[in-house]
């Protein structure tokens, strides 16, 4: 295995740490907080052997690569919001989740200062405009670096319909729609990640199957590395166990469900 020899000044100008331990010896493994050095100084074409990193020791983009390479897939929050002047801003982010269901959350984060984060702060509202595959060029056009001012609505050719319980719009096209409240701003990184309340909820028939979402139905696109999308792929059903039902008294491994 390549390891980056000590002394070899870190890309964002940290010391990279001494090669005291190697990532194939199992004592270091076995001691929490033993300094295993990183095993490659860029990303190589091709890893001769497991690849070992302390994310500081890489540029902050390659890094990017390898987290948005390894966090998959990522569901796209298209985000539209108002800006307090009412200029429409619409724009997709993949660092995306729902966090809670009591009421229900949802959390974004902007990378930097955007757009859409200053209109959340003006106004504490936003609508998730969710993306299913018949929507993927619209959303990615509007990932296009308008400047602050220009409506991406009017760019990418999509009609505003009116939330229910907020002012900024929502794309009509989009076949779900999450209305959001801001309740927490936190820095986090380089980023800025945004929690929300969802207040109101908005799902057009043909997602629903049998009292559910349908995901086939539904169709949703998602965010790989780089320029890289992936819709569902097949879908399958595994029952959770229970200790007391299906687990207890019995071996390792025996328990294990298989899916349908
Ligand atoms: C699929 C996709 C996902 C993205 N996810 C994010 C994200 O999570 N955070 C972010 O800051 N930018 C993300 N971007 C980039 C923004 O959409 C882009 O910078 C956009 O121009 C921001 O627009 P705004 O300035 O109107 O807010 C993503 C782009 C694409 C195409």
Not at 34 to 47: D, F, Q, R, Y
Not at 104 to 114: L, R, W
Not at 158 to 164: N, Q, V, Y
Request: glycine letters at 8%; proline letters at 10%; hydrophobic letters at 35%.
């Amino acid at each position: 295995m390549t390891t980056w020899p000590a002394g070899q000044g870190g890309q964002r100008g940290r010391t990279p740490v001494r090669a005291t331990a190697y990532a194939s010896d199992d004592s270091a493994r076995q001691r929490p907080g033993t300094p295993v050095a990183s095993s490659h100084p860029e990303p190589p074409t091709e890893l001769d052997g497991p690849l070992e990193l302390d994310p500081g020791d890489w540029r902050a983009r390659d890094v990017y690569f390898l987290m948005t390479g390894l966090v998959i897939p990522r569901p796209i929050a298209w985000v539209s919001t108002r800006s307090a002047d009412g200029v429409r801003n619409l724009a997709p982010h993949s660092y995306f989740q729902a966090v809670s269901n009591d009421p229900p959350h949802v959390v974004f984060a902007s990378t930097g200062v955007k757009d859409t984060l200053r209109n959340v702060r003006e106004t504490g509202e936003f609508v998730v405009n969710l993306v299913s595959a018949d929507l993927v060029e619209p959303m990615n056009f509007t990932a296009t670096d308008f400047p602050p001012g220009e409506d991406e609505f009017t760019w990418a050719g999509l009609t505003e319909t009116a939330a229910h319980r907020v002012a900024a719009p929502r794309v009509a096209e989009a076949h779900a729609h999450l209305e959001c409240e801001l309740r927490q701003e936190v820095a986090v990184g380089n980023g800025n990640l945004v929690i929300a309340e969802v207040v109101h909820v908005h799902v057009a028939p043909d997602l629903w199957r049998e009292g559910r979402i349908d995901p086939e139905a539904y169709d949703p696109v998602c965010r790989l590395a780089g320029t890289s999308y992936a819709t569902l792929g097949e879908v399958f059903k595994l029952p959770r166990p229970s200790w007391e039902r299906d687990v207890r008294g019995t071996g390792p491994g025996e328990a294990i469900p298989r899916r349908d």
